[in-house]
Structures are given as structure tokens and as C-alpha cells.
């Protein structure tokens, strides 16, 4: 793996952490988690800087989750502007290829070579500035754009960190094996693994039930030396709020708004009052501490 400095490297020299999110199956709230993590990020400090990379190029989700979908990308002359979530305080910049497309319903058909491409340029091109932390939300398996990221970060290589995404399910186990073992081929330290859709909060008392099987990913964990950072339930609060988030109003280039929908961060407000939440900060310490660690 070459270690030389490249165009990302160089542009990611002033983010602290690079927290890569995995998971060896589609359809286990990957993206959610993602989100989810970034907010507790941003929200375990009045000054953390956060940034959240979507690399799901053909299903990119993070804009609607974080309500800035619609949002365009604006180019400057130190390269892409992310989109800020967070509005005037700036403190949570967003970058994915839904800001790229003319229409939210074009389809994405690219082969890998115009994926890695894509990739680079999100790392290399788009002026992050300093970060405390960079989520990457990935697509499901280990596929192109998992070597793309590995390949062009290897310069900063003592920055990566992966959280595994998982439920509790065989076969969501099983894959999720696939992408631990993907993890040690390249030498990416795990900070741990999260059980997702690990029940269900009703909606009326708050009281979790399990609906579906439940402790297969702190199984696994034990079973693989792996750090458990916990368990999430099925929320519909959080399903509700992350699904009917609506973009804010354009923001013009080199200008963010004093007032608006998104300058007291609605979002992460109505985020803390959902049961989602209070788990996982115990989450958010768990892999903190791992990361401190390694």
C-alpha cells in the first residue's frame, strides 16, 4: 500500500480522526448510524467540527438525514464548499453525490474507474478545513469504493478508524464477518461493532420490545475480540424525523445565513429528545474511548 502524499492527504492534514463506517450487508441503517454519529459528534463538544462524507454513490442518503437535500455544491478557489447542516455555525459540513445531481431520481450507472475518481476528488478537492472528525458513510460490502477510500488515505493511514454496522440476524452477521476480515487485510483498526434494529421502541410508552432476535452482533463480538459499543432499537421517532427532514433554504456561495430554519440546528434538538439518542451517547463514549486507545 503506497504511503506517498497525494492531493488527499495534503487536504486532510487538519482533520484529527477518520471514522469509517461499515457494513457487510445493505439495509441495516448504515446511513443512519452514520448520521447518528456524526450529530453526537458534533453535539460532545461546543466546538467539535464534523464532517460527513456519503461514498454510497448509487444510494446516497446522508442530505436527506441531515435535511440539506436539494442543497448544491459550490466551487471556490481552494476547491468544493460542503454543504454546512448546521447553517451559520459551519460546524458540520456534509459532502455526498446527491449534491451533484440534476435531478434527485437520476440514477448513478458509473463502472469503477469514474467511482474512484469520484472519490478522489471528495477527498482531495473538497475543502474540509479542520476537522475533529470525518465520518465516511460507505456503501454495503467491500467493494470499489472501499479500495478507493483505503488507497487515497493510506498517507494518513494513523487517522483511520471503522465501526462495523450490523443486526442481529445470521445472515447480517455472517456478512458483517466479511467486512471485519476486510478491516484486517488492510490493517484498519476497529473501534467496534453496533447491533442495529436490535428491537423495537413503541412509539406510545417508550418501552423497547424484542420483536426480532436480538444479540447476535455482542455475540460475534465477544467472539472476535471486539469491542461491543451497544445496541440500537428500531425507533420510528428517529425513522420519522431523519425520513421527513427538508432542506433549507439555498445558500448562496461564500455566504451562510444569520437567521433561518438551520442556524439553531433544529435538527440535532429534535434528535436529542428521541430514545435513539440517549443510547447512543453510551455508543459515542464506548468509541471514543477505543480511539483514544488506539
Not at 442481529?168 to 455472517?174: E, I, K, M, W
Not at 421527513?244 to 439553531?264: F, I, K, M, Q
Not at 439518542?277 to 464506548?286: R, V
Request: with cysteine; hydrophobic share 40%; proline share 6%.
Amino acid at each position: 500500500m503506497a504511503s506517498q502524499e497525494n492531493p488527499a492527504s495534503r487536504r486532510l492534514q487538519s482533520v484529527k480522526h477518520i471514522i469509517i463506517v461499515l457494513s457487510g450487508k445493505g439495509g441495516v441503517g448504515k446511513s443512519s448510524v452514520s448520521t447518528q454519529l456524526a450529530l453526537n459528534l458534533y453535539a460532545s463538544s461546543p466546538t467539535s467540527k464534523v464532517g460527513i462524507l456519503d461514498v454510497d454513490l448509487t444510494g446516497p442518503s446522508i442530505p436527506r438525514m441531515l435535511g440539506v437535500d436539494g442543497h448544491s455544491v459550490h466551487q471556490s478557489s481552494d476547491g468544493w464548499v460542503p454543504v454546512f447542516a448546521d447553517g451559520s455555525e459551519a460546524r458540520l459540513a456534509c459532502m455526498s453525490v446527491g449534491f451533484l445531481l440534476k435531478n434527485k431520481g437520476d440514477s448513478v450507472v458509473w463502472r469503477g474507474p469514474k467511482k474512484n475518481g469520484m472519490i478522489r476528488q471528495f477527498l482531495g478537492d473538497v475543502r474540509w478545513g479542520e476537522l475533529d472528525y470525518l465520518v465516511i458513510d460507505t456503501p454495503p460490502g467491500t467493494s470499489d469504493e472501499h479500495l478507493s477510500l483505503i488507497e487515497h488515505l493510506a498517507p494518513v493511514q494513523s487517522k483511520l478508524s471503522a465501526i462495523i454496522v450490523t443486526t442481529p440476524q445470521a445472515v447480517a452477521l455472517t456478512d458483517a464477518m466479511k467486512c471485519l476480515s476486510f478491516t484486517q487485510a488492510v490493517n484498519l483498526p476497529v473501534l467496534g461493532l453496533i447491533e442495529n434494529m436490535s428491537g423495537y421502541v413503541c412509539p406510545c410508552c417508550g418501552e423497547v420490545s424484542n420483536v426480532f432476535s436480538t444479540g447476535g452482533g455482542e455475540a460475534m463480538a465477544q467472539r472476535e475480540q471486539l469491542t461491543f459499543l451497544g445496541s440500537l432499537p428500531v425507533d420510528t421517532e428517529l425513522v420519522t424525523l431523519l425520513d421527513a427532514a427538508t432542506a433549507p433554504s439555498e445558500v448562496p456561495p461564500g455566504s451562510l445565513p444569520e437567521e433561518g430554519p438551520r442556524s439553531n440546528f433544529t435538527l440535532l434538538r429534535r434528535y436529542k429528545a428521541t430514545s435513539s439518542a440517549k443510547l447512543f451517547e453510551g455508543i459515542l463514549q464506548k468509541a471514543l474511548a477505543s480511539l483514544n486507545c488506539s
